[in-house]
């Protein structure tokens, strides 16, 4: 199949898959009461939480029907990372566990992201040892996730269309940087799940439908999948 084909494929599955997921996830917010303060502009438009399900479903399905079986597996470390952060942003969500396991898996979630792909994706600064080099990659993975996360809860939809921008730009640099098709697709796929998402959110405010918001969850896998993305750029540049 061409790159063309999967590059449309990868795009559509993310787009299409919150449009499929956000209803049944906002049957599931009504039933368990899992609901956020409403907005201002919007006092009867039911905020319900879990809204990064679709995210979490969308480009990891994206991802395994689109890339080979080498490809998925180079993206092992990211996806482990992941479900991490799905799982943790998910107790979150629901009010099961407590604030400091946020921290806890940020934390994990870099160390798994950073240490397990050591293989593929290198040294970030040439002549560090690479035991700090290591630490500064974890670093930066859990520092990008903070600073995200509190943008997002200061300003979420612009951060949400800024965030999108962003997938976007590691599209279009595809001619220019020799990235791996795989980190392409995986641009795409967070580009068309995000695009979907605002679409989404746009329509469900216009009907006044139930609209799951994307809270920890979906706001860590935004952010660690941007960081994982950013790494291999600055990687590319200063090697």
Known sequence: MSEFILSGLCFSIAFVS???VQPSVAQVGLAKNLTAEPEKHFPKLPLLTMGGVSMFFGINLALALCTSSKGFGSLH???AAMVI???SGLLLDTNVTFRYIRQLAKLLAAAVLVLHSRGTQGILIPGMNPTLDALVQIAFVIAFMYVFHELVLFRKMTMLVLALLHALFFVGIKGFVQLPFNDFLLALALSGNLAGILI????AR??????PLIGHTGIFLIAVILAYLWLKLLAFWIN
């Open 85 to 87: 952060l799905f799982f």
């Open 206 to 211: 216009y009907k006044h439908k139930p609209l």
């Open 18 to 20: 919150v449009f499929l």
């Open 200 to 203: 989404y959110s746009a329509y």
């Open 77 to 79: 470390p990211l996806i």
